[in-house]
Structure formats: structure tokens, C-alpha cells
Nanobody, 120 residues
Framework: QVHLAESGGGLVQAGGSLRLSCAASGVIFSIDTMAWYRQAPGKQRELVASIVTNGTTNYADSVKGRFTISRNNVKSTVYLQMNSLKPEDTAVYHC??????????????WGQGTQVTVSS
């Protein structure tokens, strides 16, 4: 079973920065896509950013130019550097990853979520 462990959330003032980390563990063949989603109170979960094995990234329009997603394939870890944070970035941020097991069956997993709160 694949487990995703997130860290790095917290409380920050508007304009500040935070860095989220998410480490994958378990018996797996590959991790193909790693991504960050967020869910604010009363809203649907939305994709923030994603990155695939070759480093290609995708960002939500609302975070382009402020957030940077990166990954360390050796450590099976994905990061989200969040700069110029705004109150509207306040949400629970969830890590998501997917790939193949040793059997070549696909897998997908979610982290437990980490709270990011941006005060005005």
C-alpha cells in the first residue's frame, strides 16, 4: 500500500511564503504524476499544480507565477513552494500521486491534508 505523508502547512501573513512537502512510501514500481490539490471551506477540491516524471508541470491560473511545484524522484517527494500568498489561498492542501505497482497495476493515493491559513 502506498502512503503519502505531507508536511509544511501553517499560518502565514498575506505576502508570505510556505513550502509543502509530500513523501511517498510503499512498494511501488513507479510514481508517474504527483500533484497538489486544495479544498477551501464550502468549496470543491481543486487542482493547484501537477508534475510528471519528466518534469512537465501544470498550474491552476490562480497560482501561476506564485507557486512552484517540483519533485525529487530519488526521495519520491513532491514539493510546493508557495510565494506571495493571499487570503484566498487558505485551504486544506492535499497531496496526490499515482503510478504503477510492481505487478504493473496502477495505483493512486491521497495524503491526509495539511492546513494552510493566510491572514490578511
Amino acid at each position: 500500500q502506498v502512503h503519502l505523508a505531507e508536511s509544511g502547512g501553517g499560518l502565514v501573513q498575506a505576502g508570505g511564503s510556505l513550502r509543502l512537502s509530500c513523501a511517498a512510501s510503499g512498494v511501488i514500481f513507479s510514481i508517474d504524476t504527483m500533484a497538489w490539490y486544495r479544498q477551501a471551506p464550502g468549496k470543491q477540491r481543486e487542482l493547484v499544480a501537477s508534475i510528471v516524471t519528466n518534469g512537465t508541470t501544470n498550474y491552476a491560473d490562480s497560482v501561476k507565477g506564485r507557486f512552484t511545484i517540483s519533485r525529487n524522484n530519488v526521495k519520491s517527494t513532491v514539493y510546493l513552494q508557495m510565494n506571495s500568498l493571499k487570503p484566498e489561498d487558505t485551504a486544506v492542501y492535499h497531496c496526490n500521486a499515482g503510478g504503477l505497482r510492481l505487478s504493473r497495476a496502477s495505483w493512486s493515493a491521497w495524503g491526509q491534508g495539511t492546513q494552510v491559513t493566510v491572514s490578511s
